[in-house]
């Protein structure tokens, strides 16, 4: 199983297994895992990589991966000889069963055996701008563990699973993606209550980091690109730690793909401090931001950029860009991929999608390049085909003025 070590991304220093900071600098945790060699197990979906996950057991009824294959709709629109697309979603004439439609599965699975594996009692609290809570409330309405999700009230339309609702108890948020992780912050400090860990989760960024992996394992390479749209960019750093993975092997190169992150301008906070601009010069308020993005799960007021192994890092050993896509490419980019490879996509995907079309009419990549594009969720109308959807109710209703004794109320009764 996936016997590891955690170490600082800054400093170096060792850290006890479960932390999420380190005491001497802002460092992510990572984690060092004592199998070096890349060797797939013959079992379903992340469970395959379970070497390089921090789990011990591993449970058939959740972790579905992501699918890799190569194009050839899109692959011949732009003159490209080795695309290759990661879909994670629900279309299962390709393999891909991801009910939730999201890769944010990718995450909420392992971050739950994680959680069972440790046998602790502590409730699991998560923030989220709606496709992160979903893939939570469907692996725990199966696993039948206790989740709290915190989620905008513009979001809760996000929220449903394919199965019956389990422990899961869904408070909206009046406020914003930044004010639901206030929040989901107050009341994991308390007592019995353990916050999900964003970025700090290593679980979270490991479980992603199983894109690359699968590319490698079909394909036998790493990938010369990989391409993503990022809220926070955690999806652009587990594929970056991933590669390094790959690359310790000594079978697959010494290079990792360059990292080429999307984000939705003109909220885009990555996108902005990568091209220097300061806390002030981003009055995101201005733009009425998250509203009116083609996407708003890809707005995060508080990235992990500047830390220490976070996005501004693996960018920049990479050799990689951020880009910034405005709504009427991200637009016209999803209707050309929906044609092209004959599944719809979450308009977040979308951007992933321009983002590549701008790489290559800008020649940063060639033709014949080796390129990873990561379809971050997929398959929603082709899910209605085969699944029913059930809706999330919402259970409470509290704003940063508001005391989360109310929610303590609800619980305990």
């Known amino acids: 199983m996936g016997e590891y070590t955690l170490r600082c991304a800054g400093c170096g220093s060792l850290l006890s297994d479960g932390a999420t900071s380190c005491p001497l600098d802002s460092g992510l945790p990572r984690a060092e895992y004592t199998e070096r060699r890349f060797k797939p197990r013959e079992l379903p979906g992340i469970w395959s990589f379970i070497d390089w996950l921090p789990v011990d057991g591993w449970n058939p009824s959740t972790g579905a991966s992501s699918v890799t294959y190569r194009s050839s709709g899109l692959a011949d629109d732009l003159d490209l000889e080795r695309l290759y697309i990661s879909f994670s979603g629900y279309w299962p004439e390709r393999g891909a069963l991801m009910r939730t439609c999201s890769f944010k599965e990718l995450e909420a699975a392992p971050t739950m055996q994680m959680l069972l594996d440790r046998k602790t009692e502590e409730i699991l609290v998560v923030a989220s701008a709606g496709n992160t809570a979903r893939a939570f409330a469907e692996v725990c309405s199966v696993t039948g563990q206790p989740v709290i999700l915190f989620v905008p009230v513009s979001s809760l339309d996000r929220l449903w699973t394919t199965v019956e609702p389990g422990r899961v108890l869904v408070v909206g948020v009046k406020g914003d ?25 290593i679980a979270r960024r490991d479980g992603m980091g199983t894109v690359l992996l699968d590319h490698v394992r079909r394909f036998d390479s790493l990938p010369d690109h990989y391409f993503q749209a990022i809220g926070s960019g955690t999806g652009g750093i587990a594929v970056w730690e991933a590669s390094m993975r790959v690359i310790g ?14 984000q939705n301008i003109p909220c885009a906070p990555v996108h902005a401090m990568w091209h220097g601009m300061s806390q002030e010069e981003m009055n995101f308020d201005a733009y009425g931001c998250p509203d009116g993005m083609h996407d708003d799960v890809l707005f995060n007021r508080n990235p992990p950029y500047a830390v220490p192994g976070g996005v501004r890092d693996a960018v920049i050993s990479s050799c990689g860009r951020i880009y910034g896509i405005d709504n009427t490419r991200a637009a016209s980019a999803q209707r050309l991929f929906e044609r092209s490879e004959g599944i719809d996509i979450l308009p977040a995907a979308a951007v992933a999608v321009a983002a590549l079309i701008d790489a290559v009419e800008s020649g940063f990549v060639g033709r014949d390049e080796e390129i990873l594009l990561n379809v971050t969720g997929g398959g929603v109308k082709r899910l209605a085909e085969d699944h029913s959807r059930m809706r999330l109710k919402c259970d409470l209703r509290l704003g940063l003025e508001d005391s989360v004794d109310v929610l303590l109320e609800e619980i305990l009764a």
Do not use: M, Q, T
């Not at 639901?180 to 019995?192: D, E």
């Not at 000594?250 to 360059?258: I, N, S, T």
């Open 249 to 262: 092997d000594g079978c697959f190169g010494e290079r990792p793909p360059r990292l080429h992150l999307a």
């Open 177 to 201: 993606y930044a004010d639901a992780i206030k929040l989901a912050g107050v009341l994991s400090s308390r007592s019995g209550f353990r916050p999900e860990g964003g970025a700090r989760n």
